[in-house]
């Protein structure tokens, strides 16, 4: 049997200042989370009022992919369980690993930019305004957006061994990457 990797992103209800700041991520609440699974070969959009199954099927995968999901969903999602997520879920935390590798932190939209000429199509905020609209179709496929973003990111560095991003002076840059295994890479949390 293959094994289930799991792509996961979130999108919140609040800012971080509505909730009381960055040390509160837990009280910022989830809109909307979004899996793609290489085992089912498709997505799945969780509301809010499922999110203890979004938890369940993230323990279950045997390793979760995202983009700052360890300082970030998974904080958010801890308001809504006694589990210690960053503890327990397998994770490979593609913003940990870059950051590692750069020295710096690089925002998935400018990977996506540079290295496969895709662009996310709103922003976080954008989110929590839709939330507060009532408009929840608009918030999950941003974030079905996302988590494609951050699978063909994962799959291009599988593949090719690198990706690109744009410098402060707007010059492509390549930094290599090793995804092939992922046990004790930089960002892998077990």
């Given at each position: 049997m293959p094994r289930d990797i799991v792509y996961f992103d979130l999108e919140t209800q609040?800012?971080?200042?509505?909730?009381?700041?960055?040390?509160?991520?837990?009280?910022?609440?989830?809109?909307v989370g979004v899996i793609f699974s290489t085992a089912t070969g498709r997505y799945d959009v969780f509301s809010e009022a499922q999110v203890n199954r979004l938890?369940?099927?993230?323990?279950?995968?045997?390793?979760?992919?995202?983009?700052?999901?360890?300082?970030?969903?998974?904080?958010?999602?801890m308001g809504?369980?006694?589990?210690?997520?960053?503890?327990?879920?397998?994770?490979a935390d593609l913003m940990v690993d870059m950051e590692k590798r750069l020295g710096h932190r690089l925002g998935l939209d400018a990977i996506?930019?540079?290295?496969?000429?895709?662009?996310?199509?709103a922003a976080g905020l954008d989110a929590i305004r839709w939330w507060r609209e009532g408009r929840l179709l608009e918030i999950a496929e941003y974030c079905c957006f996302d988590?494609?973003?951050?699978?063909?990111?994962?799959?291009?560095?599988?593949r090719h061994?690198?990706?690109?991003?744009?410098?402060?002076?707007?010059?492509?840059?390549?930094?290599?990457?090793?995804?092939?295994?992922?046990?004790?890479?930089?960002?892998?949390?077990?």
């Open positions: 609040r800012t971080a200042n509505d909730a009381g700041g960055w040390t509160r991520k837990c009280d910022m609440r989830m809109s938890i369940e099927r993230l323990r279950r995968a045997d390793l979760v992919i995202g983009f700052n999901v360890l300082n970030f969903d998974y904080h958010v999602l809504y369980t006694i589990l210690d997520l960053v503890a327990e879920l397998q994770t996506a930019h540079a290295t496969l000429g895709i662009q996310k199509t988590v494609k973003v951050t699978r063909l990111v994962h799959e291009h560095g599988c061994k690198e990706l690109f991003f744009h410098d402060r002076f707007a010059q492509r840059q390549r930094v290599e990457i090793d995804w092939a295994h992922l046990d004790g890479e930089a960002g892998l949390k077990r």
